[in-house]
């Protein structure tokens, strides 16, 4: 089974606090995403990247950004955190190779910045 | 702009009953659609899936109506349980090999009263 893990599911960070969200998945996928879940709004995509050390910016990237130095590990850090950033992050991954493959999701990183 | 139009928000049907969920969409070089279902305190999961060339696909209890000239889709779910009681999401992307992003409908949160 395809893993992706999130590393810190529940955290509390202080406005402009620096921020790391880890994600790491075990299918030597190419694809790995961050998006931000909000009631009514929606899965909104954040950063992305098609393979090591490559990032695009998604939909919403303004006060984000990413790390991805190796395969299975790909980081979104929020330089100085801001309550309107208080949401649930999820990390997603794929594999490259064929049109329309699966997304598989991480559970989830719920930030509360205060 | 919101790409993938879904509703309703929220929906509460009685076991057996067939809650509809539809989307929209404004983008006609979509041409991949998938449904997911996510549970509390879960990451989303690809439920079923449907590209434009066929008008409906089937697994087991999960329906999707594709509607080329509307640009719309839906999902029915027959037969339904409580245990299907979940948020539903809608989406599309393009194929762009390697380079594809999944843009999601806000998410239709269902209930199934026993």
């Known amino acids: 089974d395809v893993k992706v893990t999130q590393s810190s599911r529940y955290l509390v960070k202080r406005t402009g606090e620096k921020v790391f969200l880890e994600c790491v998945q075990d299918?030597?996928?190419?694809?790995m995403f961050w998006y931000r879940q909000d009631p009514g709004l929606g899965l909104r995509l954040i950063y992305f990247?098609?393979?090591?050390?490559?990032?695009e910016k998604g939909d919403i990237p303004e006060g984000y950004s990413v790390s991805r130095e190796k395969k299975e590990r790909f980081s979104l850090i929020l330089e100085s955190a801001s309550t309107n950033q208080t949401s649930m992050y999820l990390c997603a991954s794929r594999t490259g190779r064929h049109l329309g493959n699966t997304i598989y999701f991480g559970e989830g990183s719920w930030l509360t910045v205060v | 702009q919101q790409q993938v139009k879904q509703s309703p928000q929220s929906l509460i049907v009685q076991k057996g009953g067939i809650p509809i969920i539809n989307c929209a969409y404004e983008n006609t070089a979509f041409d991949y659609f998938p449904w997911y279902q996510q549970f509390p305190g879960k990451g989303p999961a690809l439920l079923i899936a449907i590209r434009p060339d066929v008008s409906e696909k089937k697994e087991g209890r999960f329906t999707i109506s594709f509607n080329k000239s509307a640009k719309q889709f839906s999902l029915h779910i027959m037969d339904s349980q409580p245990g299907d009681s979940a948020t539903y999401f809608c989406a599309a992307s393009m194929s762009n090999f390697g380079n594809e992003k999944l843009t999601f409908g806000t998410g239709t949160r269902l209930t199934i009263i026993p």
């Open positions: 990247s098609y393979d090591v050390k490559m990032k």
């Open positions: 299918m030597d996928h190419e694809n």
